[in-house]
């Protein structure tokens, strides 16, 4: 089974960067899906962003242009690199890996436990 562990997240002032890491236990594979989600108090869990095999992307309206999904699969880790921070990005965010097979398996789904990022001045 794959462990993922979230770090990077803070306190940061509205117009400010954090770059969010989740680390694996296992290989990252190309044919892997990452996504990062986020969860705000009183709120249901939201994507974010996903990066799927190709590196294609895909992000939400909410941070079009100011977070960046990447991976480095020889590190076993992906990334979110959010700029332009407002306090609406207030939420925990979770980083979700799902596992695809050629072979026509059910997919695999992992989920971190979650990172705090509070966006205040």
């Known amino acids: 089974q794959v462990q993922l562990v979230e770090s990077g997240g803070g306190l940061v002032q509205p117009g400010g960067s954090l770059k969010l890491s989740c680390a694996a236990s296992r290989s990252i594979f190309s044919l892997d899906a990452v996504g990062w989600y986020r969860q705000a108090p009183g709120k249901q869990r939201e994507l974010v962003a996903i990066?799927?095999?190709?590196?294609?992307?895909n992000y939400a309206d909410s941070v079009e242009g100011r977070f960046t999904i990447s991976r480095d699969n020889a590190k076993n880790t992906v990334y979110l690199q959010m700029n332009s921070l407002k306090p609406e990005d207030t939420a925990v965010y979770y980083c979700?890996?799902?596992?695809?097979?050629?072979?026509?398996?059910?997919?695999?789904?992992?989920w971190g436990q979650g990172t705090q990022v509070t966006v205040s001045s």
């Open positions: 990066i799927t095999r190709g590196d294609s992307t």
């Open positions: 979700k890996l799902v596992r695809t097979y050629l072979s026509g398996a059910r997919p695999t789904t992992y």
